[in-house]
């Protein structure tokens, strides 16, 4: 995957996240050499399961070509090529559509990449993963590489709190040792700043103690890694930082750090182990266990709008058609799912969400979850092995129609269902903003309730329906008038 | 997979990472104030220092020492006074009532205060033609329109020196320079202005011949004075300093007056076509779709179907049932802008060459929103304001080039300026239209195109 | 800089929003109260820029409410307190203020025209230094000269000199009472010898007390002040957060000198939380190393009277990956 790429410069950038004002100065590292990934534009050459038998090219003076289009017509009349369909079943627990059959889940994730693996973070690579676990595979898997980089970043952290509490013991040291000497003014001018002093602002002491700290973790922890313990007190005479005078060069840490000092970290910390597989046990034979998960949006379009999954109910006896996975759906969009008796309204999120996805997949673009940036959609030029998602979308109801303002209760409702507040907006914002995303929004105008609806609401037109509904996108971002004055 | 989109943020940033930073987010140690390095901005060099800040209070001395040393100096900053040197010294005088003809007695003495200051006068002429010119520029008409100026204008500059009164202002036939509040509190805050109390707001015996009461109007007076005054608000004032002061300039756009109609860009729209709906494209669009598909599809799909397809495209071309919205598709009746979410800016780039006698099209509009008082817009309030804006549809040829340059660009954009008590967060909106890119055309194996589809740059992969 | 201005602090209310305008009060409140508020103003020194903002302070309604409620502050009406207070001036006020300015902009004049003395004579002084310098480095090429002193040196002591006195601007003006005696002379006249000043507040030239009739109720605050209060009391410096993608964001100290801990978000006690909203704030909070918190005030403690600051929850979201 596209990760390998990132594997071998991962523990430095997790010291660069660490240090905010750090990273910003750093220099682009030279990247090592890539791993040979595998041939994606060949894997994913096909951007939709389904099969495509174009004609053979007609060139109106060549009598030949048209004998070879009718030929091929002809074949496919006798022997029409088989399209797959794929088999699913609707879990009423997760309120999505699960993909057992192997050839499936590799044909779905292949061609378009619908859904995630129950047991991966995107792709199924669990028996993969698995496989390398027990020592059978040589690869890494990327899943690992993030455990890694975490622990990494973690350690990193609590080396540097370390630091920070030995700079300000040693400082109080020394303050109180400056005030117990009868001469004060000797040591007074290494520590008070003047009202202006800038000199001792950026590369006095002050500042110093952060990067100086940060130095000596992200070093310690080199060190460390090299083994090369013997020799750490010649190696770390020779950092500059060891000048100063609170003699940091000789301490060693303990490994013990109270816990309070490590609070911002702990949360990481505690929720680590539970990403950890039980220890190996003797293996019975590895069989694959996941899952692909699809979302109800994702396997309506399949259903609907492709017509290449069968969604079989929750026995996985009886297939479910278009027409009843609708309101199926419309029910698990809420949470408790709504009662079968009620009606689903023409706002109902899922009919809102579904609309923008099918919008958005009918262009081309690979659709999937930003739910990991707090948005509901990310689009994919092509694929996630290709490109990072550059546009993150929010979707926002709207409600024009004069129907959805006629009584005070409906606009009560309405303005609740479409009103976002600023600090939301910004929040969103700045999270694209920090992975490179764009914004977008795009409104959904809801159409007021069909003249048919009543109880064959659900056995009605879907494309009638779904017609009725319109999209606007609007990107979003930041203006920062500073960049912009010429 | 979202691993890849994962590890973008912890790749260190080499480009336009932080193109987002911008020193004035967050409270600067204002040791830094003099140090003149930090504050050109590093937009074209390298990025500026920061001062350094700790993270956690500690009780050591020495981090309580530079608190204080920090507070001193900003102390000193705040305290450092408005001085205007006699020999540029430019006096306005506040006319709460706004634009009057100047009072016979004063009209030809009135500056014996002042020294005269001859090379001020070729500027004068050229002003007061520019005015006369353009006064039917919207502002609603009283007293002050018929001299030329705007009626909430209400402090006039008799001696009007110095670079500002380039954009700032409009005179009077009697040379007089009116000043809109926002530019007259502008000014004064600057300490470029000195503006005094007329006698008439004064308990003062009115025997006197100016109306220049001679004393100065305080910082704190003319916040009283001006805020408030013919539509000025915090917010508006925030959003008018706060880019004037990086050099744009600003008018008020038709928006500022709630009541007055917006005639932006109502030149080039046409009737026909109902506003909501697919428009043309989605039309021609569904009907290329109706055609292509005779055999109509199942009522309850699938869409596409089981068929022989002969093509991606025909697939996707099936698939597009869903109508969006099509901006350049012409509007029957463009919906008037709900206030606050309409335009009250329009902003030029200081390098744009601006005449206040005839203003070219702004480099961008600015709607200015209260973020207490207001949400998000819903759709109708953001087509609506986008809609008073021009058409201004993605061009050159990098655009032509670059997928997500053209829809980040958009077809129409406004910029929103959300006030925050005093802190101003600007976006920009683009209406993008996504449906007019059909991305499975520009992707995917084409035997007819020798080199690959147009990628975006996958930055820091 | 440590001067305790009169309490209470008049805080004015104008067009809906809350300015402080005298210096002394802006320090007074950051110091001891913690308030930070928001410069808005212009610098003088330095006008062409955004990083570093000057008189007025804008406050925020809670701020305002905070320092109402501790008896700190009140909040004045100021357009009326102006309008009205202009209206009783006397021409026997009038006069004396004048002379007062004139005095002060005199004495500005001269610590200007004594400065430009004064760097002249250390250009000149300095140009002397190089000569003797480059001789010296003729003869024998060892010692660098004396590191010389930034030519921005002398003019910031001269700049505080002259931020003396307007600092305080109350005290100020009772020294000078005396000795302006002999400056006196028809305003007009000597307008070329003085600087013109333009005061950053009207205090000494309306009442300084506000009457009562120019008071104002508490400010009127939005849902999120009881946690904005409960932060306030638990030590954090808070300021408006939009910007951040949150209400507030909580500092551990002085803004000046600290990066902030937490983006702050208020809900109300019953709102239901979208979850959409928690991981982005989450993901934001620690993609900038700060925590994502959200809080509220119990509303089912009856009414506002008995309503305790403990009835304040936080929590606090971090991002912990998936």
């Not at chain 1, 970290?265 to 899952?291: K, N, R, T």
């Not at chain 3, 060892?142 to 601007?169: C, I, M, N, R, Y």
Request: with cysteine; aromatic share 8%; charged share 25%.
């Amino acid at each position: 995957m596209a990760n390998d790429s990132t594997s071998t410069t991962s523990p430095s950038a997790a010291v660069s996240v660490s240090s905010q004002s750090e990273s910003k100065q750093s220099a682009p590292r030279p990247r090592a050499p890539r791993a040979p990934r595998p041939n994606f534009k060949q894997i994913y050459r096909f951007p939709l399961p389904i099969n495509v038998h174009p004609l053979p090219p007609l060139i109106p003076h060549n009598p030949l070509s048209i004998v070879s289009v009718l030929l091929s017509y002809l074949t496919y009349f006798i022997a029409p090529p088989h399209q797959e369909v794929y088999p699913a079943y609707f879990d009423a627990d997760t309120s999505s559509v699960h993909v057992t059959d192997k050839k499936a889940i590799r044909a779905l994730w292949e061609m378009g990449f619908f859904g995630k693996g129950t047991l991966s973070r995107s792709e199924p690579s669990w028996l993969g993963r698995e496989k390398k676990r027990r020592g059978l595979l040589g690869t890494v898997a990327s899943e690992d590489m993030t455990r890694q980089r975490r622990s990494e970043r973690r350690e990193l952290k609590l080396e540097r709190a370390r630091m920070e509490r030995v700079a300000v013991e040693e400082r109080l040291k020394a303050e109180a040792a400056a005030r117990d000497a009868a001469d004060v003014s000797v040591d007074h001018n290494t520590l008070s700043p003047s009202a202006d002093g800038l000199t001792n602002g950026t590369d006095g002491t002050a500042p110093n103690t952060e990067k100086f700290s940060l130095r000596k973790a992200r070093e310690a922890r080199y060190l460390e890694s090299r083994r090369l313990a013997a020799q750490d007190g010649e190696e770390r005479g020779a950092d500059p930082a060891g000048k100063r005078p609170v003699g940091g060069k000789t301490v060693r840490f303990s490994p013990v750090v109270q816990a309070k000092e490590i609070a911002p970290d702990s949360a990481v910390h505690l929720l680590d182990p539970i990403g950890d597989e039980p220890g190996p046990q003797e293996p019975p034979p590895l069989q694959d266990e996941e899952h692909l998960q699809l979302s109800n949006e994702e396997a309506f379009f399949l259903a609907y709008g492709l017509g290449t999954l069968d969604v079989y109910d929750g026995k996985r006896k009886t297939l479910l058609p278009a027409s009843s996975l609708l309101p199926l759906f419309c029910q698990h969009s809420h949470f408790p799912p709504q009662d079968p008796s009620v009606d689903p309204k023409p706002d109902d999120p899922f009919l809102v969400s579904y609309a923008v996805y099918h919008h958005f997949r009918s262009l081309g673009w690979v659709v999937r979850s930003g739910v990991k940036f707090g948005v509901d959609y990310l689009l994919y030029n092509r694929g996630p092995v290709f490109s990072h998602a550059e546009f993150a979308v929010v979707v926002i109801p709207s409600y024009d129609h004069p129907y959805w303002s006629e009584t005070e209760a409906r606009r009560a409702q309405c303005d609740r269902n479409q009103s976002r507040s600023w600090w939301w907006l910004h929040c969103v914002n700045r999270v694209q903003a920090q992975v490179k995303k764009s914004l977008v929004i795009c409104y959904v105008e809801v159409p007021p309730p069909g003249p048919c609806s009543a109880e064959e609401g659900s056995t009605s037109d879907i494309g009638d329906l779904l017609s009725r509904y319109s999209i606007r996108e609007m990107v979003m971002r930041r203006w920062v008038p500073n960049r912009t004055r010429d | 997979m979202a691993d890849t989109d994962e590890a973008a943020i912890h790749m260190p940033s080499n480009d336009s990472a932080h193109i987002d930073t911008d020193l004035s987010d967050e409270t600067q140690d204002f040791r830094m104030l003099n140090h003149l390095t930090f504050l050109t901005d590093g937009s074209q060099g390298n990025l500026p220092k920061r001062g350094e800040k700790d993270f956690e209070p500690n009780p050591t001395l020495f981090q309580a020492d530079i608190l204080s040393a920090s507070r001193q100096a900003m102390h000193n900053a705040l305290a450092y006074p408005r001085l205007h040197h006699p020999r540029n010294q430019v006096i306005g005088i506040y006319a709460p009532d706004g634009p009057a003809p100047p009072s016979v007695a004063q009209a030809p003495k009135q500056m014996d205060t002042v020294p005269e200051d001859n090379d001020t006068q070729p500027q004068q002429p050229e002003d007061t033609t520019a005015t006369a010119g353009d006064a039917d520029a919207g502002p609603p008409k009283a007293a002050g329109t018929e001299m030329g100026v705007p009626a909430e204008s209400c402090v006039y500059v008799t001696n009007p020196k110095g670079q500002y009164f380039k954009t700032i202002g409009r005179a009077d036939r009697w040379n007089r320079v009116w000043l809109l509040p926002e530019e007259a509190l502008y000014l004064l805050e600057r300490g470029s202005l000195d503006i005094r109390w007329p006698i008439s707001s004064t308990g003062c015996s009115g025997e006197s011949e100016t109306a220049d009461s001679g004393i100065p109007m305080s910082l704190q007076a003319a916040y009283a004075c001006f805020l408030g005054h013919g539509g000025l608000n915090m917010e508006r004032f925030s959003v008018y300093t706060g880019l004037r002061r990086l050099g744009y300039t600003l008018v008020r756009a038709p928006g500022w007056y709630d009541d007055a109609d917006e005639g932006d860009c109502s030149a080039e729209d046409a009737q026909t076509q109902s506003r909501q709906g697919p428009g043309l494209a989605g039309v021609f669009g569904r009907f290329m779709q109706w055609l292509s598909d005779s055999p109509s599809c199942p009522v309850a799909g699938p869409l596409v179907g089981l068929g022989i397809h002969r093509s991606y495209d025909d697939i996707y071309r099936k698939l597009s049932i869903i109508p969006w919205h099509d901006p350049t598709a012409p509007r029957s009746e463009s919906r008037p802008t709900s206030p606050p979410f309409r335009v009250v800016f329009h902003v030029y780039k200081p390098s744009t060459p601006f005449r206040k006698s005839a203003p070219p099209p702004a480099d961008f509009r600015i709607a200015v929103v209260n973020a207490r008082e207001t949400a998000v817009p819903t759709l109708a309030q953001m087509s609506a304001l986008l809609e008073s804006t021009p058409l201004d549809p993605p061009k050159g040829v990098k655009m032509d080039r670059v997928l997500s340059l053209r829809l980040r660009q958009g077809y129409r954009s406004v910029i929103l300026a959300v006030v925050d008590q005093g802190v101003v967060s600007y976006l920009r909106v683009a209406d993008s239209a996504f449906g007019k890119e059909k991305l499975y055309k520009l992707q995917g194996p084409k035997p007819n195109q020798k080199r690959g589809p147009p990628r975006p740059r996958a930055k820091g992969r | 800089m440590n001067a305790e201005p009169n309490l209470p602090i008049p805080i004015s209310y104008t067009a809906g929003s809350y300015f402080i305008f005298s210096i002394d009060a802006v320090t007074y409140l950051r110091r001891e109260h913690h308030i930070c508020g928001v410069l808005s103003g212009t610098l003088p020194q330095i006008p062409q820029q955004n990083v570093f903002l000057g008189l007025p302070l804008e406050l925020m309604a809670e701020e305002a409410r905070l320092l109402v409620e501790k008896g700190v502050a009140c909040i004045v009406d100021e357009v009326n307190v102006q309008t009205d207070g202009m209206k009783a001036l006397m021409e026997a006020d009038r006069q004396r203020y004048l002379q007062e300015l004139q005095a002060q902009g005199t004495q500005v004049m001269q610590m200007q025209a004594s400065r430009k003395e004064q760097q002249r004579e250390e250009a000149l002084k300095k140009i002397e230094e190089k000569k003797a310098a480059q001789a010296a480095k003729k003869k024998a090429s060892q010692p660098p000269p004396p590191p010389e002193t930034p030519a921005t040196d002398s003019t910031t002591k001269d700049d505080e000199a002259v931020v003396g006195l307007f600092a305080g601007d109350r005290k100020q003006q009772q020294q000078q009472g005396p000795d302006q005696s002999s400056s006196r002379r028809p305003s007009t006249a000597i307008a070329s010898h003085a600087m013109g000043i333009t005061p950053a507040t009207s205090h000494s030239l309306l009442p300084l007390e506000p009457s009562a009739q120019h008071k104002l109720p508490l400010p009127a605050v939005p849902s999120s002040y009881p946690l904005f209060a409960h932060l306030h009391s638990e030590g954090y410096f808070l300021s408006p957060g939009l910007r951040f993608g949150c209400q507030y964001l909580a500092y551990p100290g002085d803004p000046l000198r600290f990066h902030s801990h937490f983006l702050v978000v208020s809900t109300g006690w019953h709102e239901e939380l979208d979850l959409m909203e928690i991981i982005a704030g989450g993901r934001l909070g620690t993609g900038v190393k700060k925590g994502f918190l959200i809080g509220g005030a119990d509303e089912t403690t009856s009414d506002l009277e008995s309503r305790e600051a403990d009835d304040v929850r936080t929590f606090s979201i971090e991002w912990a990956g998936m």
